[in-house]
């Protein structure tokens, strides 16, 4: 094999090494070309998938879905809506993420009831979701799950405190200020994130400042900023800059579904 071959080569093999952590490629058994063998699964294979009996081709599916631009029609909204009670924990937790893509406020309390589910990938995946979808009625929910009392992983915390950032109601900030006594750092750095959000200062970790500062003040969410969700993003790694090799799956940032204008600085 020549030299250029050999790199292509390798960099197939070590991407076929980390399919499940990113690289986002599948190998087409039978492909008659290089580009065929890359090529996504096409919206019928998907919703295939999503539909079989196997729960882990089924979770498959539905994740290929959630991921997918298409996967907003009507008849996926609807399997995701099915799906989100799946005995499969997976399977719960791709039609959870799909609501999150795919949703509208009606479904945050969907998601909202996932936060509770004895899984930790489905409780994860509900507040990354509940960070995409905005709905009031869902607030107490995510209150409850900020408590370590209630909620053991320190993740689903740090990803619930986040969420809390788009609703600007004083229940809200005093607990994300008494997160900031936490002594995990990804909650702290989470309900100090949201704080400022929702109220355009900085008060750093001191608990008392930003309690002193909320009894001086008539509104502290004057000053609110556009509450964003995270999304994914990466660099290339150095496979994806041979031909063929999609680029990665980075996301854009948004306001969540359904947030009023004044609440997403518009």
Same mark, same amino acid.
């Given at each position: ?9 390798? #960099? ?14 599948? $190998? ?44 907003? #029609? ?128 900085? $008060? ?16 502290? $969410? ?18 994806? $800059? ?25």
């Amino acid at each position: 094999m020549n030299r250029p071959g050999r790199w292509i080569a390798a #960099g197939l093999s070590a991407c076929a090494g980390v399919l499940g952590t990113g690289c986002g490629l599948e $190998f087409r058994e039978g492909a008659a070309t290089l580009t065929q063998a890359l090529a996504p699964p096409t919206p019928t294979e998907a919703a295939e998938r999503a539909l079989s009996s196997n729960p882990d081709l089924r979770a498959q599916g539905t994740l290929l879905l959630a991921n997918a631009p298409f996967g907003g #029609g009507d008849p996926y909204v609807m399997m995701y809506e099915d799906y989100i009670n799946d005995p499969a924990p997976t399977v719960r937790a791709a039609a959870t993420r799909a609501l999150g893509n795919h949703g509208v406020p009606r479904h945050a309390p969907m998601i909202a009831a996932n936060l509770r589910d004895p899984q930790r990938i489905v409780r994860i995946e509900a507040a990354r979701a509940l960070q995409r979808v905005h709905n009031p009625a869902v607030i107490e929910s995510l209150l409850w799950s900020l408590q370590r009392g209630n909620e053991q992983e320190v993740d689903v915390r740090a990803e619930v405190a986040h969420a809390l950032g788009q609703y600007p109601d004083h229940r809200v900030l005093q607990q994300l200020i008494s997160a900031l006594g936490e002594r995990q750092l990804r909650v702290t750095h989470s309900a100090l994130a949201s704080l400022r959000t929702l109220t355009g200062q900085d $008060f750093g970790l001191d608990r008392r400042a930003w309690l002193e500062w909320i009894g001086s003040v008539p509104d502290p $969410f004057a000053a609110r900023s556009a509450y964003v969700y995270p999304v994914f993003h990466r660099d290339k790694l150095w496979f994806e $800059f041979l031909p063929f090799m999609p680029p990665p799956p980075n996301e854009q940032s948004s306001n969540p579904s359904g947030m009023a204008r004044d609440l997403s600085g518009g």
